[in-house]
């Protein structure tokens, strides 16, 4: 893959100083965000914003201790954000990933069951129907848009496939995405979110997407099939049934979850191979090195950049005190090319083993869908490799404006047939 970029747009950091550099707004094309971290990886590990009272964690093993003790670094965040826009639905109950023990071990035991190694391996044959047939649509151009044909379709269509969505509705969840994304835009580095007051045209959109769920739930409580959503409208938690408004807020999750997720790990597979030709080659040469690669794809350019956690009593990390209550921002970008951790961590190697990134998460919250978004990734970038000597890449269009998306929207590409 071809692709020639600018100049690198790296801010001015200077280590020599007390008063570290503010980090740069939105991900964009990833470079000054990375500048930043690397600046701050050296000289302030663990950094407390004066402006947003947040923590930010650089280094490996200081992110890993966060993830791994959640009794003091907690995921619950509804003590301290501003009580969402009462016009919109509230989705907040099935975010796995802001909900606590022991609450949390118990809804994610139902949701895991559909998860297991065994359910996803009997998904791959589907997966690669599903990407033969997507570039089957473009099968007569040599240029097209990689992120509409495949990336964006082809995780959504998964996962709606898993919760029963019919085929024709799928086109509904793009916008339904977007809107749902856009509640976290322009926010301050490390800024906890704020939906108290959303614009009119979001809380639409969400009402949309809230009562087509509710209908789709009612549905499979009357006439239940063999897919997660009869299987969690008739689970029990604790002796109940999750109510509507839980199932519904929980396949939300789902459905965000390992959607912008897995599409911009495609996006982000492309790029990387473009920094990286030879890796390319070699991958192409030897399809047993596809899984490595990924891998590799997930600690260089990793979709989610920051995880956050809340402080659930005073404590200290690495000599930084940080009292209960306190937002705390891990930065898998920043650990996966901690120098501490990785030999030449700057070096996009798809033989590198071991490669431990962060890029799931870790612990108790590690990602329930990640050998279902490398599946699918792997699908992709065989079949890719299969029908397509060359790729060439133009100018990719990058999410700007999310604080912890790293990928593109758009990602035009110029292809010459085997
Ligand atoms: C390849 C792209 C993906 C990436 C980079 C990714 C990343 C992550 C990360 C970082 C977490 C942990 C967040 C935290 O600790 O705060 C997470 C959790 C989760 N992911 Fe993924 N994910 C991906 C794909 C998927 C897919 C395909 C699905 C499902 C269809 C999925 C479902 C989930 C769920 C349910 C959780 C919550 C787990 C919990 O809190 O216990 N993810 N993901």
Redesign the pocket.
Same mark, same amino acid.
């Given at each position: 893959m071809t692709h020639s970029v600018g100049p690198d747009a790296g801010p001015d950091l200077s280590l020599d100083s007390d008063d570290p550099p503010r980090p740069p707004t939105g991900v964009g094309d990833g470079r000054a965000l990375g500048a930043w971290l690397d600046i701050m990886r050296a000289s302030h590990p663990v950094w407390r914003d004066p402006l947003t009272g947040s923590a930010h964690v650089f280094r490996y093993h200081d992110l890993l201790h966060v993830?791994s003790t959640p009794e003091v670094y907690g995921?619950d965040f509804t003590g301290v954000m501003p009580p969402s826009d009462p016009s919109a639905p509230n989705f907040a109950e099935g975010v @796995?990933?802001m &909900?606590d023990p022991p609450r949390?071990g118990k809804l !994610?035991r139902l %949701?895991s069951q559909a998860?297991t190694p065994r359910v996803i391996t009997a998904l791959e044959p589907r997966i690669i129907q599903l990407t033969k047939e997507l570039l089957d649509t473009v099968a007569d151009q040599d240029e097209f848009d990689l992120v509409a044909v495949m990336a964006h379709p082809l $995780?959504v269509i998964v &996962?709606a496939e898993?919760l029963g969505i019919p085929a024709e509705d799928r086109e509904l969840f793009r916008a339904w995405g977007e809107a749902l994304l856009s509640t976290n835009y322009e926010l301050e580095t490390g800024e906890v979110p704020d939906n108290s007051a959303l614009p009119p045209d979001v809380v639409a959109q969400l009402t949309e997407m809230r009562d087509y769920l509710l209908r789709h739930v009612d549905l499979h409580r009357r006439n239940p099939r063999d897919n997660l959503t009869s299987r969690l409208a008739f689970a029990e938690v604790d002796g109940d049934r999750l109510s509507d408004q839980e199932i519904v807020s929980f396949l939300n999750? @789902?459905l965000l /979850? +390992?959607h912008l997720?897995?599409s911009?790990?495609m996006g982000n597979s492309l790029l990387c191979f473009v920094e990286a030709p030879e890796a390319e080659l070699a991958a192409r040469a030897n399809r047993a090195l596809i899984p490595g690669a990924i891998e590799e794809v @997930?600690r260089f350019k $990793? $979709? %989610?950049v920051m995880? /956050? !956690?809340l402080t659930t009593m005073d404590t200290v990390l690495a000599g930084v005190e940080l009292p209960a209550r306190t937002p705390v921002m891990g930065w $898998?970008m920043s650990g996966n090319r901690d120098e501490r951790q990785y030999t030449s961590p700057s070096t996009f190697d798809i033989t590198r083993n071991p490669n431990p990134h962060l890029?799931? +998460?870790? +612990? &108790?919250?590690?990602? &329930? =869908? /990640?050998p279902? =978004? !490398?599946m699918? /990734?792997r699908s992709v970038l065989n079949e890719l490799f299969d029908r397509y000597r060359s790729i060439e890449i133009g100018e990719p269009r990058y999410y700007d404006r999310s604080p912890d998306v790293f990928g593109v929207k758009a990602l035009p590409v110029t292809v010459k047939r085997s």
């Open positions: 993830l995921s @796995l990933t &909900i949390h !994610r %949701v998860f $995780p &996962i898993m999750f @789902l /979850a +390992g997720t897995t911009l790990l @997930l $990793p $979709p %989610v995880q /956050a !956690r $898998p890029t799931f +998460g870790h +612990g &108790i919250h590690f990602c &329930i =869908g /990640a279902l =978004g !490398r699918e /990734a």
